[in-house]
């Protein structure tokens, strides 16, 4: 167990239930090892809802003063799309069309109660995302879009730029009722890729 990451994650509150201190721990701990090895690109979290994640990767950063780092994140700030075929099943039926919706001004308001600098917020839907709205290099990105084509989607737009060594944090992996992540997944990089699961997160390591 990395002792300053722990101690980092109970020094402060989940601003929301979507994500719990065993998988936030997972994700600081693969963004420590890619800061500590020097791996070259920014950050990225694509679904990043009221900042719940967010707010501790920029803590992270912040602590680490990597500062020449920019940290992007992406959503719709209008809840979740509609669920395509893959995403169903006979359970995860809370998950509907435009639940989860949160204001960007939200979003912001919780960065500076926490007194953080901001991240890069790009509002929009995935799919209307072009090149020039991700970094041309990533060292590190969190997927947290839930759905099938979200997942795909956002793994589109950041597994090209993700740099050796580098690391992809996936939220719900294997999950029963979020199907579609792991089958975007699957979809994505056939058997070619070995995905790790710790918590509710997958991790895959750029080779
Ligand atoms: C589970 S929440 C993210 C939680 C966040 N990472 C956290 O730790 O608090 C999923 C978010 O993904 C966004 N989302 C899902 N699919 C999307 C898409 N295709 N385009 C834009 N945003 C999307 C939703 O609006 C929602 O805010």
Known sequence: MHKEILKLINSHALISDQIDRRSLYVVLENLEKVLANGVPGDIAEFGCYSGTTSLFISRLLLKRAEHSRQFHVYDSFEGLP?????DEG???????EGKLQVSKKDFIRNYHKAGLPLPIIHKGWFEDLTDQDVPGKLAFTFLDGDFYDSIYQSLQLSWPRLSRGGVLCIDDYMREALPGVAKAISK???TEIKTIKHANIGIITKP
Request: no cysteine; aromatic share 20%.
């Open 90 to 96: 006979s359970v995860g039926h809370e998950f509907q």
């Open 82 to 86: 509609a669920k395509s075929n893959e």
């Open 188 to 190: 994505y990089f056939g």
